[in-house]
């Protein structure tokens, strides 16, 4: 059982306060840390040599904020199973980084096995931002050849996957290997600062927390001629669940991680909740939902609410708020974070760039040979994502102990993944009938 599940309300609240006041001492040493000249160490000078696996837009853009973070970055290797997007990212990075970008022709891998070979090629540290059902097979094999790592979010799409997250963080802790997530709110100082004050009891006990998540489409790609089946559904990952694990393990999730965040990171013990397909019915959209509605209980009586959809020409909301014994935390998202109540506060101190943060941050900690490692947490919001996918596809009420456990996996064995794989396309999850 989670050690938050089992413990008194006096001694929980007790663990918030500290925990709160170590994110708030984060939030206030600043993220800029290399810039600054804190914690170089004896490894001030030398190069660091970074290979990105996945090159899309995201990958792209933590490369570019890994060449801003430290001036001894060098990006040596790229790998990508599309070459169109190893290409586009090659020139971005080079316009930006320049001769700090050098990437010759024998360090550029396309291909399924292109992030073994990124691995293999020299680098220090990678950084992982392929579609999420390749991140815990790439994590493992980082960290079993003792790299540093930077993983987007979510970590995994099916409970397997989130085991081996798992796995491999604790390994990273036994070679004291830095791994940081890209659950990028939590690198975001306005949200420091308050979620740290949530945490040290600022809105007294927690009765529950609700987020919003709203929306519209996102970019799709049309079929071209000569294109497998696979690499249809590679190119449009973000509407395949194998691929992406819906749209509530892939974006909603980072609302869901910030109601971990203001929980203490304890773990739900069952959730329940309803999802469909009701506007993004087009074949265009592979086999997610567009809307999500999900209840987390925990064994403290809290509840965590997440409502979450994605329908073009509505209006969007990216909020969370806290109710607690002694107020209300109203966060929107680049808006306003307020706490009223008791302890009336607003947040008016200096915005940062989380993305450029998480990667400030990354790089001073393998200078400083004092490694982060969010592995087990960002693992399990994460699983938070997969639990609420479950509870919705089946319409059944989902225990978190069954959901970690279960061996499903929702695609293939990676060792199997070719242009020519037949992989099935699942119909469109139907509660009640579809089991999970």
Request: hydrophobic letters at 40%.
């Amino acid at each position: 059982m989670d050690l938050l599940n089992s413990e008194s309300a006096d001694t929980r609240r007790g663990f918030l306060k500290k925990t709160g006041a170590t994110v708030l001492g984060t939030a206030l040493a600043g993220v800029n840390t290399f810039a600054s000249g804190i914690h170089l160490g004896h490894n001030a000078d030398k190069v660091l040599r970074v290979g990105l696996i996945g090159c899309g837009g995201r990958g792209t853009g933590a490369a570019m904020q890994a060449l801003k973070a430290d001036p001894g970055v060098h990006i040596t290797a790229l790998g990508d199973v599309f070459e169109d997007k190893l290409n586009e990212s090659l020139a971005t990075l080079t316009k930006v980084g320049g001769d700090r970008v050098k990437v010759d022709k024998s360090k550029r891998f396309i291909g399924f096995d292109a992030y073994q070979k990124v691995i293999d090629s020299g680098v220090d540290v990678v950084l992982l931002a392929a579609p999420p059902y390749a991140r815990p097979h790439h994590l493992a094999a980082a960290i079993k050849a003792g790299k540093h790592a930077f993983a987007e979010k979510p970590v995994a799409v099916d409970a397997p996957g989130v085991r081996s997250i798992l796995a491999s963080a604790k390994l990273a802790k036994e070679k004291n290997l830095s791994l940081v997530s890209g659950f990028c709110f939590r690198y975001d100082a306005a949200n420091r600062e308050t979620f740290g004050r949530v945490l040290k009891g600022d809105v007294g006990e927690i009765r529950n927390v609700t987020t919003y998540r709203y929306g519209g489409e996102l970019w799709s790609f049309p079929r071209k001629a000569g294109w497998s089946d696979m690499e249809y559904q590679l190119r449009n990952w973000y509407y395949y669940h194998w691929l992406s694990g819906d749209f509530i393990t892939e974006v909603t999730v980072h609302s869901l991680d910030m109601m971990a965040w203001a929980l203490g990171d304890q773990t739900p013990i069952k959730a329940i909740g309803v999802g469909g397909r009701q506007k993004r019915t087009d074949p265009l959209f592979g086999n997610i939902y567009d809307h999500f509605a999900v209840e987390y209980e925990y064994a403290n009586g809290v509840k965590g609410y997440s409502f979450s959809r994605q329908h073009l020409g509505c209006p969007g909301r990216n909020t969370v708020e806290v109710f607690g014994s002694d107020g209300k935390t109203d966060i929107a998202i680049y808006k306003h974070y307020k706490i009223s109540g008791k302890n009336q506060w607003e947040f008016q101190g200096k915005h940062n760039v989380m993305h450029q943060a998480e990667q400030d941050e990354f790089f001073a900690s393998i200078r400083s040979g004092k490694p982060i490692n969010d592995g087990t947490w960002m693992a399990h919001s994460t699983m938070l994502g997969i639990m609420g996918r479950m509870a919705a596809y089946s319409g059944q009420e989902i225990a978190w102990e069954d959901a970690m456990n279960s061996n499903v996996s929702i695609g293939p064995k990676y060792e199997d993944y070719t242009w020519d794989l037949k992989w099935p396309v699942s119909e469109v999850p139907i509660p009640g009938i579809t089991k999970v």
